[in-house]
């Protein structure tokens, strides 16, 4: 049995026949104040059987979809971290005539432009041909703008340092090697631990 509790109403009257507890009567009380429902011990028992009933019901039910998304999750977060193997490419061959195997070498090599060749570069600097001036306000649009040019001619014959530049390039480890017929001349250089430690220290912070 379920009582019901009504401001100004006590349920005895309810009980009693003086207050006749139809719809329509509880529908006004309801309008008019808060209705209580006081459930009897037995009722709570069997509604705390129900909720455990539907809490389960949902476990069994969300239980293999969370499932299948972590494993999903999973899948895909090991795909995209995984490292892909190194792809197989054909090189064909690019070199002068026909095909001739590469030579699969890694040769040291450093810079070495003789002086008889900067000489003829000089000379080739100096013997450069009037350039036609571009049209006004042209700049790079119908090709490489010849004032331009002749600054950086200038600058090729009267204060460029090779043998300076030369010297720099060749403090660092260079390699010649052949893949796919032609001639591949490459730096590599290794991080010096050492002398890292402290600037990697810094940056992990």
């Known amino acids: 049995m379920v009582d019901v509790m009504h401001t100004g109403t006590p349920t005895s009257k309810v009980a009693r026949g003086e207050v006749n507890p139809t719809h329509e009567n509880f529908l006004s009380y309801n309008q008019r104040s808060k209705i209580i429902l006081l459930i009897p ?11 455990a009933g539907q809490v389960n019901l949902c476990l069994a039910i969300l239980g ?9 999750i999973g899948v895909l977060w090991s795909r995209i971290t995984a490292i892909p193997e190194t792809p197989i ?4 061959y690019w070199g002068p005539g026909s095909f001739k195997p590469d030579d699969l070498q890694i040769v040291p090599f450093s810079v070495n432009v003789s ?3 900067l000489d003829d570069l000089w000379r080739r600097l100096d013997n ?5 001036e571009p049209s006004e306000g042209t700049g790079f649009t119908y090709g490489f703008n010849t004032t331009y040019l002749n ?3 200038r600058y090729w014959r009267d204060e460029y340092n090779w043998s300076e530049r030369q010297a720099l390039l060749n ?5 010649r090697t052949r893949i796919g017929g032609i001639n591949i001349h490459f ?18 912070r």
């Open 41 to 51: 011990h037995h009722s709570v028992k069997l509604f705390n059987m129900m909720k």
């Open 64 to 72: 293999p979809i969370v499932l299948v998304g972590v494993v999903s």
């Open 89 to 92: 490419v054909p090189l064909g």
């Open 115 to 117: 002086q008889e060749d």
């Open 128 to 132: 450069t041909r009037k350039l036609t």
């Open 151 to 153: 600054t950086i001619i």
């Open 171 to 175: 403090e660092f480890p260079q390699f």
């Open 187 to 204: 730096v590599h250089i290794k991080p010096d631990l050492d002398k890292l430690k402290g600037k990697l220290s810094k940056y992990n």
